[in-house]
């Protein structure tokens, strides 16, 4: 079969892929890259804004009565956080932070909002704390949604199977995703951050976004993990990959790999992207 190629020879061996495998690869923009980065920083961000207030839920004596593991949340809570009016009814705790005068800063950030938090198991074989948020807030997102936790005496790693939809509240951008993760300590020690293994998937203003989590290291104040990378299948065809290292204290470098190409941009503290 005789091509008529038009182009020069770079469309004709366009056209002969066309033929033979329906299409040319294309590799991907630069605009892309950056868009990538940027809603995997806005759904990165509202996780850990979730995951924070989890953490506030999980200083309790496992293989206690629910009720009695729903006091000891409210005494962590009461001194961490005076800011915070909390109420307990049976094994369920409703808390809205700002609502007194005092410290309400958690994990580098003021929260306001309400929170209500469930202890519906507590036995040495398996925990389960049920959370709802309406109206989270740290100063940089805003989260509403709900998700289930579930750890064990033996096993520390956390279970997070969560919904939720956000707004970050400098744009006003907003998404709502869901996620199944498998959460431990940051160098052993959760003050600090986690480390995640799972996957979460978005809508975003652009389209649809879903991710495979691989070994990320978060600290809670980092608008992107530390380390790790993420796989990420994009609204426009692609897949990329994220790979994540600290610059300095301030600042992390995301790199963007994709057909043919990969681009690399800085995250700063605020969650702005420079490169």
């Known amino acids: 079969m005789r091509i008529a190629c038009m182009g020069g020879l770079r469309g004709c061996v366009c056209l002969s892929l066309l033929l033979s495998l329906g299409g040319c690869e294309q590799g991907f923009t630069s605009a892309e890259a950056r868009q990538a980065v940027d809603e995997s920083s806005i759904s990165a961000q509202a996780s850990a804004l979730m995951a924070s207030s989890v953490e506030i839920s999980t200083d309790f004596t496992i293989g206690e009565a629910v009720q009695n593991a729903a006091m000891e949340i409210r005494d962590t809570v009461e001194a961490n956080l005076p800011c ?3 109420t307990v009814e049976d094994a369920v705790l409703s808390i809205e932070y700002g609502a007194r005068p005092g410290n309400c800063v958690h994990n580098g950030r003021s929260l306001s909002g309400l929170h209500t938090i469930h202890v519906a198991a507590n036995d040495d074989a398996e ?11 740290n100063g940089l997102m805003m989260v509403s949604g709900e998700a289930d936790v579930t750890w064990s005496l033996a096993d520390r790693t956390r279970h997070i199977v969560h919904e939720l939809t956000w707004t970050r509240l400098r744009d006003g951008r907003t998404g709502v995703g869901r996620g199944d993760r498998l959460q431990s300590a940051l160098d052993g020690m959760l003050l600090e951050g986690i480390v995640v293994d799972g996957d979460r998937s978005w809508e975003g203003e652009r389209g649809d976004w879903s991710l495979d989590i691989d070994q990320v290291e978060a600290r809670w104040r980092d608008p992107v993990p530390q380390s790790g990378s993420y796989t990420l299948d994009t609204p426009f065809d692609k897949s ?5 290292d600290r610059v300095d204290d301030a600042r992390i470098r995301v790199t963007a790999e994709g057909p043919r190409r990969s681009f690399s941009f800085t995250v700063t503290a605020l969650g702005l992207i420079e490169g």
């Open 240 to 244: 990329l990959t994220l790979s994540f």
């Open 127 to 137: 925990v389960l704390v049920e959370h709802t948020w309406d109206e989270l807030d």
């Open 84 to 86: 915070a009016e909390v």
